[in-house]
C-alpha cells in the first residue's frame, strides 16, 4: 500500500461524456502528478501540480483539466470522451517538487472503460 | 517516434539466470528512473540514477546509467519467480519533462 489513494476503482462510460477521477496523495505530500496508461501508448505524464499550483504539464489533452485542492487532493476532469481514452488512469505523489529526482508514490489507478 | 526504447519487450528466462534490461535514447537525460510494476497495481520506483557512469546496486539488482547519461541498463542476477513484472525505465529532462520506455515485461518460470 502506497498511501495514495484513487476513486473509483473503475469506471465505465459512453462516447462524449465528461468523468472526475479523485486521488488523495500520502500524508505529507504536497505533489500529486496524473498519468496515463494504455497498451499502444505505454505510461505518459499527464500533469503536475503542486501545493495547489500547476508545476509541470505533460502530454494532456485539451479535453483534460486537473486541480488539486487546499487540502491537496486532486481530480482529474475527461470530457467529450471518446473511445481512445479508454486506460488506467494512476495518480502519484510526492513530498517535493522535482520531476527529476523525487520519490513518487503511485496509487493503485482507475481503469476507465469508453464506450 | 519512442524518445526511449526499451529492449527487449517482453523475457521469459528460468529462475537462476542472469538478464539485461535495456533503455536507450538519442536523448539526454537530467535523471534516470527505474520501476517495476505488477498486474492491477501501480508503478513502484526501484531506482533513481542521476550521474553519467552512475552505478547502483539493490540486492540481485544492478542499475548503471551510460557515461552520455543517454542510455541505461538493468541487471538481474539469479532470477527468482519474485522478480516477475513489468519493468519500465523513465527519462527526465529538467523540471517539466518525463518520458516512459515501454515497458519489459519480465516472467521467471520456476
Known amino acids: 500500500d502506497s498511501g495514495v489513494t484513487q476513486t473509483p476503482k473503475h469506471l465505465i462510460t459512453a462516447t462524449g461524456q465528461r468523468v472526475t477521477l479523485r486521488c488523495s496523495p500520502r500524508?505529507?505530500?504536497?505533489?500529486v502528478y496524473w498519468y496515463q496508461q494504455s497498451l499502444d501508448q505505454g505510461l505518459q505524464f499527464l500533469i503536475q501540480?503542486?501545493?495547489?499550483?500547476?508545476?509541470a504539464k505533460g502530454n494532456i489533452l485539451e479535453r483534460f483539466s486537473a486541480q488539486q485542492f487546499p487540502d491537496l487532493h486532486s481530480e482529474l476532469n475527461l470530457s467529450s470522451l471518446e473511445l481512445g481514452d479508454s486506460a488506467l488512469y494512476f495518480c502519484?505523489?510526492?513530498?517535493?517538487?522535482?520531476?527529476?529526482?523525487?520519490?513518487?508514490?503511485f496509487g493503485p489507478g482507475t481503469r476507465l472503460t469508453v464506450l | 517516434t519512442q524518445l526511449l526504447e526499451q529492449s527487449p519487450q517482453f523475457l521469459s528466462i528460468q529462475e537462476g539466470e542472469n538478464l539485461t534490461v535495456y533503455c536507450n535514447s538519442s536523448?539526454?537525460?537530467?535523471?534516470l528512473q527505474w520501476y517495476r510494476q505488477e498486474p492491477g497495481e501501480g508503478p513502484v520506483l526501484l531506482v533513481t540514477?542521476?550521474?553519467?557512469?552512475e552505478v547502483k546496486k539493490l540486492k540481485r539488482l544492478t542499475f548503471q546509467f551510460g557515461d552520455a547519461r543517454k542510455d541505461s541498463s538493468l541487471h538481474i542476477t539469479a532470477a527468482q519467480p519474485g522478480d516477475t513484472g513489468l519493468y519500465l525505465c523513465?527519462?527526465?529532462?529538467?523540471?517539466?519533462?518525463?518520458?516512459f520506455g515501454q515497458g519489459t515485461r519480465l516472467t521467471i518460470n520456476p
Open positions: 500524508s505529507g505530500d504536497l505533489s
Open positions: 540514477v542521476v550521474t553519467g557512469g
Open positions: 523513465a527519462g527526465a529532462q529538467g523540471a517539466q519533462k518525463l518520458v
Open positions: 536523448s539526454v537525460f537530467s535523471s
Open positions: 502519484a505523489s510526492s513530498v517535493g517538487t522535482s520531476l527529476s529526482t523525487d520519490t513518487q508514490y
Open positions: 501540480y503542486y501545493n495547489g499550483e500547476e508545476r
